[in-house]
């Protein structure tokens, strides 16, 4: 009997991609802050339960030619429910862009994320619709403007290890949505430029940031915090039960106000914070981050900083 699901795709890396049942376009322009115009990125799209079990290996070389590239891993919206992949693997590969992991949504704000929000048992819900188990191994993202690794709300079981990440980002160089979860950053260096904190960890929890080299993290490394009420989502989910152990943070050019890890950066402290009134649980309840109940080990701050680390949450375990 013939199946519809491939047990195994492997993808080449030359070359403009069209793949069976994904697609490869343009993405429209945008502007930055700096009134610099965005580049032009082509867009590679795996989708739903049919792109389980892919692997892309390109050997040492170029993802896509070495265009600028958004590779989307992504959950498809059926009348049945969310079709999602499981067990992708990019291993050994450069890739010139970004990389973006959704279930849901893009991002905390999007319709069918705050449509779940307002109702009690989310962040299941968003975990139960979105990719898990992606795992990306040897592989070097040369961002240019885009956030390179995005883990969207509700992912969960992502391995991001032994690979690097260069250029520049007009925001954060990872980024840990709201109710995602039990996702593995582990043994990279984080050598890009970004305007903000390297790693963002923003309503995720049970996450393992571990043995990374932070390269002049000048605008902070780690910030554990709730994007509370943005766009009218309620964020369930607190960054707690995180592992932050091992990592190194060159912090001669850490700026004024930036801290190398900060737990509790936000607490409340953004305008929007009331945009998700009226329902008695999440932030919409209250708006501190509460990131609390975090274990910090064996951390490295060159030199040793008066900003090295800020904790404003509760219970956070520090071991020198």
């Not at 403009?16 to 867009?43: H, W, Y």
């Not at 993202?141 to 709300?153: G, H, N, Q, W």
Request: glycine fraction near 10%.
């Amino acid at each position: 009997m013939k199946s519809r699901r491939l047990a195994l795709l492997i993808i080449g890396c030359a070359g403009l991609l069209i793949l069976a049942g994904f697609a490869v376009f343009n993405i429209n322009r945008s502007t930055l802050m700096k009134k610099l115009p965005a580049p032009d990125f082509e867009r590679v799209v795996l989708a739903g339960n049919n792109a389980s079990h892919t692997v892309i290996d390109c050997k040492g070389g170029w993802f896509n030619d070495g265009k600028l590239t958004e590779l989307v891993i992504c959950s498809k919206r059926t009348p049945e429910g969310w079709d999602r992949p499981e067990d992708i693997t990019i291993r050994n590969t450069r890739i010139r862009g970004a990389i973006r992991i959704i279930g849901m949504g893009r991002n905390g704000e999007s319709p069918a994320v705050r449509d779940s929000s307002v109702k009690l048992g989310h962040t299941e819900r968003a975990q139960a619709a979105s990719p898990m188990g992606i795992t990306i191994s040897n592989v070097e993202i040369e961002a240019d403007y885009r956030i390179p690794l995005y883990v969207a709300p509700g992912v969960t079981g992502v391995i991001f290890q032994d690979s690097k990440l260069t250029g520049w980002s007009c925001s954060t160089g990872i980024y840990l949505d709201c109710e995602s979860a039990d996702n593995v950053i582990r043994g990279n260096v984080l050598a890009l430029r970004a305007s903000r904190e390297v790693i963002a960890v923003d309503g995720s929890a049970r996450n393992h940031i571990e043995n990374n080299q932070f390269k002049d993290p000048s605008s902070g490394g780690i910030y554990l915090y709730r994007n509370c009420g943005e766009a009218g989502t309620v964020r369930h989910q607190t960054p707690h039960g995180n592992l932050i152990a091992g990592n190194v943070f060159e912090t001669t050019s850490l700026r004024r106000g930036c801290y190398g890890i900060w737990l509790g950066q936000r607490n409340g402290q953004r305008g929007y914070c009331k945009e998700d009134t009226g329902y008695n649980f999440g932030s919409s309840a209250d708006d501190r981050d509460f990131a609390n109940d975090n274990t910090l080990a064996n951390n490295r701050f060159l030199p040793a900083h008066s900003r090295s680390l800020r904790d404003d949450g509760l219970n956070n375990r520090m071991i020198p």
